[in-house]
C-alpha cells in the first residue's frame, strides 16, 4: 500500500469513527426517550417501517457500487471527462430510480396490516407514518446522491462523514427536543427528511467547492454503459440477498410474534449493528485504495495483502465477540430492563454471526474492487432463499432463536464459504483450502478466548456501569493475552506490527 493510500485510509478511518460514534450515541439516546414516553410498540412500528422502505431501496440496483468502480480507473489516470460523464449518468439514473421507489412505496401501503400481528400503538395511524418513512427513503434520490459517489471514488470519504457529522448533531438535538416538548412522534420522524436532504446538499457543496473539476456533464459512451448494466446485474442479486438478509427478519417477527418482539430483537441488533459497523468503517475507508491496487498492483501483492486484512478482522472479531459475550445482557439489563433480555443462547448465536460478518471483509474488499458482483449472483440468490425460508420455519417454532440461527448459518455457508472461493477462484486463481483454515483457526482462538473472560465474568460480584466497565477491563487483557501467546511468532503477526508502525506510529 502507498503513502498516499495509508494516508486516504487513515483521514477516511477517522472522519468515518466520528460520524458513526455521533449518530451511535443519538440512536441509543433517541432509542431510549422513545421507548420511555411511547413504548414498545413505537419501537417495533419504526423498526418494522425500516425494514419494509430497505426493501424498497433495492430498486437503487447497485448503481451507486457500479459508478463507483468504474471511477477508479479514470480518477487514478486523471481522465477527468470521463468522471463527469459518469456523473451526468449516475444523476439521470437516480433520478429514475427515487420516482420508481415512491411508485412501489405507495403500491404497498394496502398491504400494510398484514404484516402486524396484534394491535398498533393507540393515537398512530400506520398509513400517515408509513408516507413519512416513504419520503425520507425516496427523497435522497433527487438530492444529490450522486456526489457522494464521486468522493468515494476520489478516496475522500471523510469530506462526505463531516458533512453527515454536523447535520446528524443538529438533526438528533432538535429530535430530542420536540421529543420532550410535543411528544408527537410523527413530527419527530418528519425532521429526519430535513436531515436527509441536509446531509446530501452539504455533501454536494463540499464536493464542488472541494472538486469544481468534476461535473454533471457528457454523455458516456455504449461500451461503458454495457459495462455498467452488466455489473449492476451482479450487484441487484447482491442488494437483493444484503438487503433482505436482516430486513425480513423484523417483517417476520412481526407477522408471527408482535411489534414488541421486534423492538427487543431490534434493540440488541442496534448493539451488533454499531459495533460491526466500526469494523464496516474501516472497509469502507480502505475500499478505494484496494479498489487502486487491484488496477495497478500484482495479483500476489493483493493476495498477501487481502491475508493481512483477514488477520486484522480476524483480531478485531475476537476482541468484539469477547466483548459481547459478557457484556451483551447485562448491559441490555442497564439499558432496557431485565423484562427486556433475549436467552443466552440468542446471544451466542448473535456472536456467531458477528464473527462471521467482521472477518468476512477482507475478502470483499477485494470483490467489490474487482468488481465480481455478477459472479456472486448464485451464492447470494441461494443465500436469500435459504435464509428466507429457514426464517419462517424456526421462526414459527422457534421464535427470535430460530431467526438468529438461521441468519448465522446461511450467512456461513452461502455468504462466507463461496463468496471467499469466488474472489480466489476468480482473481487469484488460488483454491480455497487454505484461506478457510485461516479463517478456522482464528475462530478456535476467539471461542477459547470468549469462553475464558465469560467464565471469569461469570464469578464477578460487581454489577451496574463499575461491572461494566470491570468485564470490559477483563475481556479486553483476556482477549489480547490470548491473542499475543498464540500469535507473536507468526508471519502475519509481524506484517500487522510492521504495518501499524509505518502507518500510525511513525507519524505521530
Not at 471511477?71 to 430510480?97: F, Q, S, W
Not at 396484534?118 to 419520503?135: M, Q, S
Not at 478485531?316 to 442497564?334: D, K, R
Amino acid at each position: 500500500m502507498t503513502e498516499s493510500r495509508i494516508k486516504n485510509t487513515k483521514r477516511n478511518m477517522f472522519f468515518s469513527y466520528l460520524e458513526t460514534f455521533i449518530t451511535m450515541l443519538f440512536a441509543f439516546i433517541s432509542r431510549t426517550i422513545i421507548i420511555h414516553i411511547f413504548g414498545d410498540e413505537y419501537l417495533g412500528l419504526s423498526s418494522l417501517f425500516t425494514s419494509v422502505l430497505q426493501v424498497l431501496n433495492m430498486a437503487e440496483l447497485g448503481f451507486s457500487g457500479a459508478i463507483v468502480y468504474n471511477m477508479y480507473k479514470p480518477v487514478a489516470e486523471g481522465d477527468t471527462d470521463k468522471v463527469c460523464e459518469l456523473l451526468a449518468y449516475y444523476k439521470k439514473v437516480y433520478r429514475i430510480i427515487g420516482s420508481i421507489v415512491f411508485t412501489i412505496g405507495i403500491i404497498l401501503t394496502p398491504f400494510l396490516p398484514a404484516l402486524i400481528k396484534g394491535n398498533v400503538p393507540d393515537g398512530i395511524n400506520i398509513y400517515i407514518l408509513y408516507y413519512i418513512y416513504l419520503i425520507n427513503t425516496g427523497v435522497s434520490y433527487f438530492a444529490f446522491a450522486y456526489k457522494t459517489a464521486l468522493l468515494n471514488a476520489l478516496q475522500r470519504l471523510d469530506l462526505t462523514k463531516i458533512a453527515y457529522s454536523v447535520v446528524s448533531i443538529l438533526q438528533h438535538v432538535i429530535q430530542i427536543v420536540v421529543l420532550f416538548v410535543f411528544r408527537n412522534y410523527y413530527v419527530f420522524f418528519s425532521i429526519n427528511i430535513l436531515g436527509t436532504v441536509a446531509k446530501n446538499v452539504f455533501s454536494a457543496w463540499i464536493a464542488n467547492k472541494k472538486f469544481p473539476q468534476y461535473q454533471c456533464k457528457g454523455l458516456i459512451n455504449s461500451e461503458t454503459k454495457k459495462d455498467i448494466i452488466c455489473r449492476v446485474k451482479g450487484l441487484l442479486v447482491c442488494n437483493i440477498s444484503g438487503v433482505t438478509y436482516t430486513t425480513f427478519d423484523s417483517i417476520i417477527l412481526s407477522s408471527f410474534i408482535g411489534l414488541k418482539s421486534v423492538a427487543i430483537y431490534n434493540n440488541y441488533l442496534l448493539i451488533f449493528t454499531s459495533i460491526a459497523n466500526l469494523a464496516v468503517l474501516i472497509r469502507q475507508a480502505m475500499q478505494a485504495s484496494v479498489g487502486n491496487s487491484v488496477a495497478k498492483e500484482t495479483k500476489e501483492k493483493n493476495y498477501q495483502d487481502m491475508l493481512l486484512w483477514q488477520f486484522f478482522f480476524g483480531v478485531i472479531a475476537t476482541w468484539c465477540v469477547t466483548c459481547l459475550m459478557s457484556i451483551y445482557q447485562p448491559f441490555m439489563t442497564i439499558w432496557m430492563g431485565p423484562e427486556r433480555l433475549l436467552p443466552i443462547t440468542d446471544v451466542v448465536f448473535l456472536c456467531l454471526w458477528f464473527f462471521n460478518t467482521i472477518v468476512s471483509h477482507s475478502f470483499y474488499l477485494y470483490l467489490s474492487g474487482k468488481g465480481l458482483w455478477w459472479e456472486l449472483r448464485w451464492p447470494y440468490i441461494l443465500s436469500t432463499v435459504c435464509n428466507l425460508l429457514l426464517n419462517i420455519v424456526l421462526g414459527k417454532f422457534f421464535g427470535t432463536t430460530g431467526i438468529i440461527f438461521s441468519t448465522w448459518i446461511s450467512g456461513l455457508v452461502f455468504g462466507f464459504i463461496w463468496q471467499s472461493g469466488i474472489i480466489l477462484k476468480e482473481y487469484f486463481h488460488i483454491g480455497i483450502k487454505q484461506f478457510i483454515l485461516r479463517f478456522l483457526s482464528y475462530f478456535l482462538v476467539c471461542a477459547v478466548s470468549a469462553f475464558i473472560a465469560f467464565g471469569i465474568n461469570w464469578m464477578l460480584p460487581i454489577s451496574g456501569i463499575p461491572g461494566l466497565v470491570s468485564r470490559l477491563v477483563i475481556c479486553t487483557f483476556v482477549s489480547m493475552f490470548i491473542m499475543w501467546i498464540i500469535y507473536r511468532k507468526q508471519d502475519v503477526y509481524q506484517q500487522a506490527i510492521g504495518f501499524v508502525k509505518k502507518a500510525f506510529i511513525r507519524k505521530l
